[in-house]
């Protein structure tokens, strides 16, 4: 599946980091890496938690918008 960068901000802290995977898995990575866990293998991807609009997803205090 081609996918669009996608921008993670963390709403704590205001840090940002761009990925090149889908919106749900770049909030993941982003609050698994922020930990120092590189395990990419052993991530779950179930943590991703979709907003009521819709619109954003979020892990942790990480956020992307949702294409």
Not at 17 to 31: I, K, L, R, S, W
Not at 43 to 62: E, L, M, N, Q
């Amino acid at each position: 599946m081609k996918t669009d960068g996608v921008t993670v901000r963390n709403l704590s802290t205001g840090e940002e980091h761009d990925y090149t995977c889908p919106a749900n898995e770049a909030v993941v990575c982003a609050f698994e890496q922020a930990r120092k866990n590189y395990s990419t293998w052993d991530y779950d991807y179930s943590k991703a938690i979709v907003s009521k609009s819709g619109k954003t997803v979020s892990c942790g205090d990480w956020v992307a918008l949702l294409n």
